[in-house]
């Protein structure tokens, strides 16, 4: 990602060179933030003068001290979200009485899923008017005009019509997490942005229409993203079907980024900001960084600091009152996902506060910061003044769950550098009952080989949610939801305990028995008969493989009492990855041959099937390896 404006860009890097020591001096991290590559630097590096408190957030700061001495704050226990352009009516929300608790049981690392009663309230009429209800919010934009407003939620988007005092939903074309919206000058056009891909979608309210999706944008496609310091934000179409880029003022523009860029916050002339940096040896780095548009100077305030990684700041603001900037992120243990508030004062200090949920709001005049949590009916508000919650015994609202346990645990492993052979057997088990499932197996194959497990480590990111069916009382399938090598898992619970016992079996699946039907016919029909190592030997290219394959089948033929098929995998070649569904067409068979004198051998046969369907076939055969298929 390059800055526009090099030359000073270049001069505040020599600077920041200079005065890494002082920089150290400033910055104070956790331990548990120490993995991170940070630079943190002090506001005086961006402009002389930190941005000034506005006549605006000062007039809100007031309004709400008085929205906070009134029954509907004391009484109904009603917090604000924000106010209208004219100040004359608050929107505010209290939690609902309804349980979301099943849904949070599946989040293992994200935002809570929790219900809200939406009021329009008017304090002059002592008056609050139901509107509705809807998850947390995430983000909110007023329209320019101030008539509407886009509420932002968990795979929601909904907007308010201040006039006809109704709210209606946006129509997604996909599901999908969109993170903040903002409206275009026109006062109808919306757009909205995921966290890591902006300008995914623009919105007609007039004809309720998504006129544009991502890869639809067209060259001379403007995207309106915001106001600062005077002058607006923009991103412009591409051939390639998106906007892209973030440029600042009329034509003509200066170009701030190139690429994808997130808009946080804004705060007088300084913009809070997201963006990947593609590295030479592969790979991504997301940056959260702070932009001086009055300097062009910029500040890292957090990367991930690995070639490969998953996005793991949830939200970022600025707090306009004290100059402030937080964000919210996790960090992964053995045993639990613990969530993170990081303030950065103006002066670059850095205090780190464990939080319930990464989800929060800011109330507009920014007294308190109010967490979503994950259990019922409960409510943690953060006071700004101390940053400090109102009610301690609600800070962590811990979801107990043994299923939810074991993946957590089952996590933290897949995203360790070196695992330990112990932490294996305590979570995975090999079982024969009613199929052979032997996931213990193997991911100790995948561990025997630390460059093997380096490629196949998973970068655990901010979202990871899961599927769960409950067979009966001691079995159950979990499907991770996300590019995960090992999405489906089988569960057994064995003495009261859970285990994952098998990847992608799918044991009731049609495919996975026309697998096993597929390979018993084939040792049948073709190794015990010879017929295979017939064919074999007929190939004009005797390659290794092939000499190495044909001797397999010749053992398996000429020195085996018995020849069983054992543990069957459905795979998807296309990434590869184990199959997130049964409609796979391919899979991995483990053959068990006793041999004349009582030993056993584990071979793995490789079976594919068409596109459209079809019968599955023999496509290859070898020793049992950490390699997908043979070869």
Same mark, same amino acid.
């Given at each position: ?103 949070n049981e599946l989040v293992l690392i994200g935002m809570p899923r929790q219900l809200i009663d939406l009021y329009l309230v008017d304090l002059s009429e002592n008056k609050a008017t139901y509107l509705g209800k809807t998850e947390f919010i995430i983000n909110q934009a007023w329209s320019e005009d101030g008539q509407h407003l886009a509420l932002v939620s968990h795979k929601s988007v909904k907007i308010l019509d201040l006039a006809k005092r109704s709210l209606a939903e946006v129509p997604m074309q996909h599901e999908t997490d969109i993170y903040n919206t903002n409206w275009g000058l026109d006062n109808r056009t919306l757009y909205l942005h995921r966290d890591t891909t902006p300008n995914y979608y623009a919105y007609d309210t007039y004809s309720k229409q998504m006129v544009k999706v991502r890869g639809r944008f067209q060259e001379g496609d403007v995207v309106y993203r915001g106001k600062a310091s005077g002058g607006i934000l923009t991103s412009k179409g591409e051939r390639v079907g998106i906007a892209n880029g973030l440029y600042y003022g009329e034509a003509p523009e200066k170009q701030l980024f190139t690429g994808e860029v997130t808009i946080h ?38 990367? #991930?600091?690995? &070639? *490969? ?7 970022? $603001?600025?707090?306009?009152? =004290?100059? %402030?900037?937080? !964000? ?37 005049? #920014?007294?308190? &910061? *109010? ?7 409960? $409510?943690?508000?953060?006071? =700004?003044? %101390?940053?400090? !919650? ?242």
């Amino acid at each position: 990602m390059n800055f526009a404006n090099r030359p000073v860009f270049w001069v505040v890097k020599i600077i920041i060179i200079a005065l890494v020591v002082c920089v150290l001096g400033l910055t104070s991290l956790v331990s548990d933030q120490a993995e991170n590559d940070r630079d943190i630097l002090s506001t005086s590096m961006l402009s002389e003068n930190g941005p000034s408190i506005s006549e605006e957030i000062l007039n809100l700061n007031s309004l709400e001290k008085t929205f906070l001495s009134s029954d509907f704050y004391r009484k109904e226990r009603m917090l604000p979200l924000t106010v209208t352009k004219d100040l004359k009516y608050f929107l505010a929300y209290k939690i609902s009485n309804k349980s979301m608790a099943k849904d949070n049981e599946l989040v293992l690392i994200g935002m809570p899923r929790q219900l809200i009663d939406l009021y329009l309230v008017d304090l002059s009429e002592n008056k609050a008017t139901y509107l509705g209800k809807t998850e947390f919010i995430i983000n909110q934009a007023w329209s320019e005009d101030g008539q509407h407003l886009a509420l932002v939620s968990h795979k929601s988007v909904k907007i308010l019509d201040l006039a006809k005092r109704s709210l209606a939903e946006v129509p997604m074309q996909h599901e999908t997490d969109i993170y903040n919206t903002n409206w275009g000058l026109d006062n109808r056009t919306l757009y909205l942005h995921r966290d890591t891909t902006p300008n995914y979608y623009a919105y007609d309210t007039y004809s309720k229409q998504m006129v544009k999706v991502r890869g639809r944008f067209q060259e001379g496609d403007v995207v309106y993203r915001g106001k600062a310091s005077g002058g607006i934000l923009t991103s412009k179409g591409e051939r390639v079907g998106i906007a892209n880029g973030l440029y600042y003022g009329e034509a003509p523009e200066k170009q701030l980024f190139t690429g994808e860029v997130t808009i946080h916050d804004i705060n007088d002339g300084r913009i809070l900001v997201s963006y990947d940096i593609d590295n030479p040896e592969g790979g991504a780095r997301f940056t959260l960084a702070e932009y001086d548009l009055k300097t062009g100077a910029s500040r890292v305030l957090y990367n #991930e600091g690995n &070639l *490969h990684t998953k996005w793991k700041i949830f939200k970022a $603001s600025y707090l306009k009152t =004290t100059g %402030d900037i937080i !964000f919210t992120t996790f960090k992964l243990s053995d045993i639990s996902v613990k969530y993170s508030l990081v303030r950065i004062e103006p002066n670059g200090k850095e205090t780190v506060t464990e939080v319930p949920s990464p989800l929060y709001t800011v109330t507009p005049g #920014e007294n308190f &910061l *109010h967490f979503a949590v994950f259990k019922d009916g409960e $409510s943690c508000i953060m006071n =700004t003044a %101390d940053f400090k !919650f109102s009610d301690p015994g609600l800070q962590q609202a811990d979801q107990k769950s043994e299923i939810r346990d074991l993946m957590l645990h089952v996590l933290y492993i897949y995203g360790s550098e070196t695992p330990k052979l112990d932490e294996f057997k305590q979570f995975f088990i090999n079982t024969y009952d009613p199929i052979p499932q032997e996931a213990l197996e193997n991911i100790l194959l995948e561990v025997e080989g630390p460059k093997y497990w380096q490629f196949i480590r998973q970068e655990i990111g901010k979202n990871v949610t899961m599927t769960l069916k409950l067979k009966d009382a001691n079995r159950a399938s979990v499907i991770l939801n996300g590019d995960y090598f090992r999405g489906p898992h089988e569960l057994v619970k064995i003495s009261g305990k859970w285990y994952v016992t098998g990847f992608s079996t799918w044991p009731e699946s049609k495919a996975r028995n026309d697998v096993y039907r597929a390979c018993t016919r084939f040792i049948d029909n073709q190794i015990k008969t010879g017929k295979a190592e017939a064919d074999f030997n007929r190939k004009r290219d005797q390659d290794d493989y092939v000499v190495r394959t044909t001797a397999l089948l010749n053992k398996m033929r000429t020195q085996s009492s018995k020849i069983e098929v054992g543990e069957i995998e459905l795979w998807a070649m296309s990434d590869p990855h184990r199959a997130v569904n049964p409609d796979a067409k391919e899979a991995r068979v483990k053959i068990i041959v006793t041999l004349n004198d009582g030993s056993t051998e584990k071979l793995q046969g490789y079976f594919s099937r068409g596109d459209s369907g079809g019968t599955w076939v023999f496509k290859g055969l070898g020793k049992l390896s950490t390699g997908l298929f043979p070869k």
